[in-house]
């Protein structure tokens, strides 16, 4: 199954990705991290993402397209996959289309904007195997430590306030046309972030399996 996850930075795209990924036994691709990875390695293309990235712009369509083909053509993703923050522009939805990808579904995770800047405010992120928690909700065991890999939990650069603003702001005016462009298509079910993690990864699941 090829699924999207749709939603606002910090709607808990990838806390929801890893849920299904974990599920259905599928890869989640994450454009994000793959992104930041290249970043931390210093490759050509993190230096041309990571000044885009800091902002809480996108980085430009025709470097993070070029990322994705050359990911989802990779063996592992013959049985299907979940893109978690890919498409994000209509031109990038317009490029998978161009690939030949079938998309079975996509899944809007919807969470109000003050919720959203709350979430990342608190978010925490392994700086080694990137597992995310949040100082309130879902704190480590040990204070700035990840539980998985004993790696120290950071703050995100563009989980800073006023980036956050500038990546919502983003967001609604380059990614939520995306909403209506599925939706046209057949393809949209919405749901709504709860508070408790578990309970999202519930309807989203019942969504995946509809
Ligand atoms: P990316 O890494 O994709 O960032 P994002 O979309 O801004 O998403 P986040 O990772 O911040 O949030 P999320 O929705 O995954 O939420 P999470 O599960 O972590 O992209 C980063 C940058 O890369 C972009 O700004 C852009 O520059 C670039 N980029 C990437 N893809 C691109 C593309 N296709 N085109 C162009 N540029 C691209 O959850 C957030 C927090 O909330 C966590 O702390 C979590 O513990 C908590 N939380 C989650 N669920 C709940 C819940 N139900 N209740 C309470 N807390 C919760």
């Known amino acids: 199954m090829n699924l999207i996850l749709l939603g606002a930075p910090g709607a808990g795209k990838g806390t929801q990705a890893e849920v299904i990924s974990n599920t259905l036994n599928i890869p989640q691709i994450s ?20 000044s885009f990235m800091d902002a809480g712009a996108l980085v430009p369509d025709e470097v993070v397209i070029g990322i994705l083909k050359d990911r989802i053509a990779e063996d592992d993703c013959k049985n299907g996959f979940i ?38 405010g ?3 992120v392994c700086e080694s195997c990137g597992a995310t928690y949040h100082i309130e909700f879902n704190p480590p065991k040990v204070e700035g430590k990840c539980d998985k890999c004993g790696g120290n939990a950071v703050q995100r650069k563009d989980d800073a306030p006023e980036t956050v603003i500038d990546r919502l702001k983003t967001y609604h005016e380059a990614t939520a046309p995306l909403v209506d462009f599925y939706k046209g298509k057949g393809k949209l079910t919405t ?13 989203v699941l019942e969504a995946v399996n509809a």
Do not use: H
């Not at 454009?31 to 041309?48: M, Q, S």
């Not at 579904?105 to 003050?114: H, L």
């Open 122 to 124: 608190g978010r925490r």
């Open 31 to 50: 454009t994000g991290n793959i992104l930041r990875a290249a970043v931390k390695n210093g490759t050509e293309c993190g230096l041309k993402a990571k």
């Open 83 to 120: 893109l978690d923050g890919f498409p994000r522009t209509v031109p990038q939805a317009e490029a998978l289309e161009d690939m030949g990808v079938q998309i079975d579904k996509v899944i809007e995770i919807s969470v109000p904007d003050e919720d959203i800047k709350a979430r990342l």
């Open 191 to 203: 749901v709504y972030g709860q508070s408790e993690v578990s309970e999202t990864s519930k309807l």
